[in-house]
């Protein structure tokens, strides 16, 4: 694909059509003008938007949850399992929220209500969503007990929250620690993350790492520790059911860095972090760019060998100074002091917004376009971002709707959501 759309033009896009029932994909190009073919009704002001697998979720005007694109598990909380939408979906007409969460290879959200509540639904095969295993809940569940969530992180088959009170709960998978109990079973209920830490922000990534940000501004990890992808070596090894031993960290253990942060993110196998002076560190895998740096170290991948990795957390290339930062499964975004967005890593169907697709960046490279963003979310193959301006944005791949402009087009950089359900 990479070297078929190499000469396509940032004014380029492609247009998936997905054919029902039938293995094959037509994917047929045309040109369009950024923003003048969309159609529908612009989206009201919408925050905390989230790009997954397949799909996004956002919260939109009255505390809405909101969600489009892929629908196999139940993830966009409508009984329409199966069916895919490309405007923004209402959740629930009840319930009002203030945060809701996916990550990429997640078919699960999550949200914390105005309340403190939190709710659940998707893809439910490991008790990710706080209930026990089933196929998939395609409403929103609560979350049992009486815990007070200040924000939550639905990623890979596990679920992560810090209450009110700094405190840290997972539950769902767990054979490899990624539940931070110091156990390696899973869980349908929330079990409190060992260490007495307290954190500001958790986040769950893509292949069962978990990492979060203290108060003290430390970063810490555990669960799989593939790649370097736990930021320091650890000397733990859990062993699945079917004999597989890798290791792990089955507790909160730091990062190799003496750096204060003020944000984190968990990808695939890799993490990055924000330090005080804006400088963003990552480390893991990195065969796509996602570190944002070239590397020399080859690290093990499961049953893989030879992947490109960085063990030690380490400066991405360039002086670009960022605020927040979103790890998708193999590219990442980030977002300055004057909202200019940057993205690095993977860029195998635009999801960088660079206006090119198939060449990846091993260093940030600026969102082409005039939008200014507060935050973006980097999700499989696509990204989303909220603009200053009060609108939703997303660009990459778009075969099932996930972008929320209305079609299935691929776009090369940002195209504003449309259409409120």
Sequence with gaps: LSHMMSEITPRTVRRHTQLRGAAVVAIVALTACFGDSLAGPVSPVMSNVRASQNFTCAVGELGRALCWGHNDRGQLGSDTVGESVAFPHVVSETLNFRQVSTKPAARHVCGVTTTGDAYCWGENNFGQIGR?????????????????????????????????????????????????????????????????????KVDVGSNNLVCGLTTGGAI??????????LGAPSMETCVRRDGLELPCATTPQPITSEELFVDVTAGLSYACGVTGSKQAFCWGRNDGGQLGRPTTEVCAEGGLQDIECGRTPSVTSGSVRLVSLSAGTFHTCGVTDAGAAYCWGSNSLGQLGSGLVGTNSSAPAQVRGPVTFRTVSAGNEHTCGEGLDGALYCWGANQWGQLGTGDLQLWLEPARVVGLP
């Design 220 to 229: 810490l990890c555990w669960g799989l520790d593939l790649a370097g992808a």
């Design 132 to 200: 026990p295993p089933t196929a998939s809940n395609s409403g929103p569940q609560r979350v049992p007990g009486d815990l007070t969530f200040a924000s939550i992180s639905a990623g890979w088959r596990s679920t992560c929250g810090v209450t009110t009170d700094g405190h840290a709960y997972c539950w769902g998978r767990g054979e490899w620690g990624q539940l931070g109990d110091g156990l390696t079973e899973g869980s349908d209920v929330p079990v409190l993350v060992a260490g007495g830490h307290t954190f500001q």
